[in-house]
């Protein structure tokens, strides 16, 4: 029913969200059992593919027409952020001079549902010329590109969640699926670490949460160090003279290594119970013994999870011969967006 105006009712406006909901999760049902049914079908000729990628001393080049190229892009790009040098290849621009980006050594990673794509079928063979090992992702093992290829990863027959069964939904979900898969064995196998996944992000929010200590700490004349001795109103007076004020000063021994650290809380502490005659007190008699520290080469996520655990605001840097060559204050994390 519609109302006066033509205007869909309130029930009719349920009705339609419901139906739009449930075909919605229909896909994703579709595209979950598909995954899900594809972990069963990865064998030898998967351990394949991961031996070819480990043992390529060129680029992986990824290739593949309309969505299965997008998805290849993804699956380029995934491997090359996690250690593997990667390209992605259009395949009708390679028959048209790009076949060039090719090379003796390399591996071209062929990704075709049907394993019929015209232009795919046409690169396959030049590049074997040029002496390039192919694996093919593809959903039928009997098809051209299967029988171009020297290794074959199949996908299996796979039921789109199309409505008319023709646009490529769960194919695509699984060629992903299995890219991943590649790339994330491949990666374990390398024995890629956070470091060096530090090294490939060093843009963005992940790239600054894989920052190193020593990129962000205070050093320098930023670092304030007083020598065991001092008494505190000098070290305040070093701490207000510090550029930045940081809200602790670092102490040392003779030998230069960390003794102590003094920080605003313990300042405020003292102003609340001691005598102000703790001014002219040695500051090692109010300084922290024994503070959290970190090396100049830990993951700024890891300091900033010593800050919230240890609930400290400073950190002192110390090299490995626990003399100071840094200070991280959690301001240091505010500003570059940790």
């Not at 300042?267 to 005659?277: F, G, I, M, Q, V």
């Amino acid at each position: 029913m519609r109302d006066e105006n033509g205007k869909m009712t309130v029930s009719e406006i349920a009705g339609s969200a419901q139906e739009r909901l449930r075909r919605a999760r229909q896909v994703i049902e579709i595209e979950a059992r598909t995954i899900a049914n594809l972990s069963d079908r990865l064998d030898e000729s998967f351990v394949r593919a991961v031996d070819l990628v480990l043992a390529c001393r060129g680029n992986v080049v990824v290739t593949g027409m309309g969505k299965a190229g997008l998805i290849g892009q993804k699956i380029s790009a995934t491997l090359a952020s996690t250690g593997t040098p990667s390209l992605f290849l259009h395949p009708a621009e390679a028959l048209h001079g790009d076949l060039g980006r090719i090379r003796a050594g390399d591996l071209v990673v062929a990704i075709s549902n049907s394993g019929e794509t015209h232009e795919i079928n046409l690169l396959v063979p030049v590049a074997r010329k040029i002496a390039a090992q192919v694996v093919a992702i593809t959903g039928r093992g009997e098809s051209t590109l299967a029988g171009l290829a020297d290794c074959v990863v199949n996908l299996g027959e796979v039921d789109e969640a199309c409505p008319m069964g023709l646009a490529p939904t769960a194919s695509t979900s699984a060629m992903l699926a299995v890219g991943d898969a590649l790339a994330m064995v491949v990666l374990a196998e390398r024995g890629f670490d956070r470091e060096d996944y530090a090294l490939y992000h060093p843009a963005g929010s992940l790239g600054r949460r894989l920052m190193r200590v020593g990129e962000v700490m205070r050093k320098g004349r930023e670092m304030p160090i007083v020598a065991a001795g001092t008494v505190v109103r000098d070290v305040l007076r070093v701490m207000s003279d510090t550029p930045g004020r940081p809200g602790a000063a670092l102490v040392i021994g003779s030998d230069e290594r960390l003794v102590g650290i003094f920080t605003d809380g313990d300042l405020r502490r003292l102003l609340k119970t001691a005598d102000p005659s703790f001014l002219d007190d040695p500051i090692e008699d109010h300084a922290g013994r024994n503070p959290k520290f970190v090396d100049a080469t830990v993951l700024v996520e890891e300091a900033q999870r010593l800050l919230k655990e240890h609930r400290v605001d400073q950190l002192p840097v110390l090299d490995d011969d626990r003399r100071p060559i840094g200070l991280l204050d959690v301001q240091d994390l505010l500003d570059v967006r940790i």
